[in-house]
């Protein structure tokens, strides 16, 4: 018997799961199924859009033209589709299209496009940081640039924008981004409700742990931590040893704190029954991420879900994304179920592929 909360919406995914572990019967069931019912905790989810400041959208105008420039000399080059919108997958796709290219010989104008890709990919990086974390999460990713050893972050550091944007950035960093306050408000909601009440903050970004544990300590009542993964970054950035994070998570366990603010490594194998409230400090586009982060909370008693989001950003696209995952995923796997037992079902071998 295999058992996944979160198997994947995609029908392959799915297949070579069951071909893998040569599973014949597939059973699904939600918080909805009669037998499932009784063992589970309601979760109410909400999902709040909050309106960028005119400062914030003013830094975002100034690095999406540069963006722009850069995507419009790679539609010249015909390396990117036209009247498309292009996304960071695209970029991505591309750079890697680029790379084979050079491996296999070709070279020309394809150093300029590698560099091009480079820097869109910089500058998308650039807007997302901006726009769902804050005006000091961008310019601590723009001071990098200046220090950066390749030639496409320096060449991106001397852009004339790029100081418009520090500039900007810079004044606007006092307004403070408006995930910031209302996290804020959330937390203290929460603990002026239920004294006793556990809360995780996820983030997509190590910078903003930082940032968000530092803030939250500011507040009467609210003991924080910061939960994030072993490795160290060359910029101080130090991990958390595996006896570090054993202790820290026995500790919120133990209500020594009271917030746990993590990345991704807090999505999996976190053993903390009684957190009340979930918060996401930005949407996702994995159905799977959501699901996870949604599953620390509602174990043993009702819990919250919020998700922040940016309006009119790639927050509400990744929103929408998520959600959309979740359904197909569900959808696929009811269809599997109605098709029945497989048959003639065998656990392949090494030997198969000799």
């Known amino acids: 018997m295999a058992l996944t909360a979160s198997p994947s919406a995609r029908r392959g995914r799915i297949a070579e799961i069951c071909e893998k572990l040569a599973i ?7 918080e909805k199924d009669e037998d499932v019912k009784p063992y589970v905790n309601e979760v109410s989810p909400k999902w709040e859009r909050l309106p960028l400041p005119a400062g914030y959208k003013e830094v975002s105008r100034v690095l999406r033209n540069a963006l722009d420039e850069r995507v419009d000399k790679l539609r010249t080059m ?3 589709p036209a009247n498309v919108p292009v996304s960071k997958r695209m970029l991505l796709e591309l750079g890697e299209k680029v790379r084979q290219s050079l491996r296999t010989g070709k070279s020309g104008s394809l150093y300029g496009a590698i560099v091009l890709q480079a820097q869109a990919m910089s500058l998308t990086h650039a807007v997302e940081l901006l726009e769902t974390q804050g005006a000091e999460s961008l310019l601590r990713f723009l001071s990098r640039l200046e220090n950066a050893e390749t030639r496409s972050s320096r060449g991106l550091a001397k852009d004339a924008r790029i100081a418009e944007a520090r500039s900007l950035a810079s004044a606007t960093k006092r307004e403070g981004h408006p995930k910031e306050s209302r996290l804020r408000e959330l937390v203290e909601a ?12 996820f983030t997509q970004f190590r910078d903003s742990v930082e940032s968000i544990t530092s803030g939250l300590g500011k507040l009467s009542g ?6 994030v993964g072993q490795a160290t970054r060359r910029d ?5 040893s595996q006896s570090e994070q054993v202790q820290i998570l026995k500790d919120f366990r133990e209500a020594k704190f009271n917030v746990l603010v993590t990345t991704s490594i807090g999505e999996e194998g976190l053993h903390v029954p009684d957190v009340d409230h979930v918060i996401f400090y930005e949407a996702v586009p994995s159905e799977i991420r959501l699901i996870q982060r949604r599953g620390r909370t509602g174990r043993t008693r009702p819990g919250k879900m919020t998700v922040l989001m940016s309006e009119g950003t790639i927050d509400e696209a990744y929103y929408w994304s998520s959600k959309r995952k979740e359904q197909q995923m569900q959808r696929i796997l009811e269809t599997v179920k109605r098709q029945g037992p497989r048959a003639n079902v065998r656990k392949k071998t090494l030997l198969d592929y000799a």
């Open 24 to 30: 014949k019967n597939v059973e699904m069931r939600t």
């Open 78 to 80: 015909r390396l990117l």
């Open 190 to 201: 929460e603990l002026s409700a239920n004294p006793d009440a556990k809360m995780i903050v």
């Open 222 to 227: 609210v003991r924080p931590v910061r939960f």
């Open 236 to 240: 101080g950035d130090v991990g958390l």
